[in-house]
Nanobody, 119 residues
Framework: QVQLVESGGGLVQPGGSLRLSCAAS????????MGWYCQAPGKERELVAT???????KYADSVKGRFTISRDNAKNTVYLQMNNLKPEDTAVYYC?????????????WGQGTQVTVSS
């Protein structure tokens, strides 16, 4: 199984930047897709960005041009660079991994890291 640990969240003013990190317990080369989701109070968990093992990326419309997902295979870590943050970005951000084994998809989640954008 895969353990995921997020870090890098915190308080930031509108227009500021944060970089979230997701450290995996094993080589991310064995993980088909990794991504970031966010969940604001009273709302459903929503997709922010994903990156595949072939480095294809996908972003929610609301973060295109502001956020960048990347990975460092040597460090078993996926990052989310968050620029020009807005108050509506405030949420708990969760790292997600999907691993396909023997035709079955396994989903893994980190514990989440809080991002608060406020003046």
């Amino acid at each position: 199984q895969v353990q995921l640990v997020e870090s890098g969240g915190g308080l930031v003013q509108p227009g500021g930047s944060l970089r979230l990190s997701c450290a995996a317990s094993q080589t991310i080369l064995s993980i088909n897709v990794m991504g970031w989701y966010c969940q604001a109070p009273g709302k459903e968990r929503e997709l922010v960005a994903t990156i595949t093992s072939s480095s294809r990326t996908k972003y929610a419309d609301s973060v295109k041009g502001r956020f960048t997902i990347s990975r460092d295979n040597a460090k078993n870590t996926v990052y989310l660079q968050m620029n020009n943050l807005k108050p509506e970005d405030t949420a708990v951000y969760y790292c997600n991994a999907i691993r396909n084994f023997a035709g079955v998809e396994y989903y893994y989640w980190g514990q989440g890291t809080q991002v608060t954008v406020s003046s």
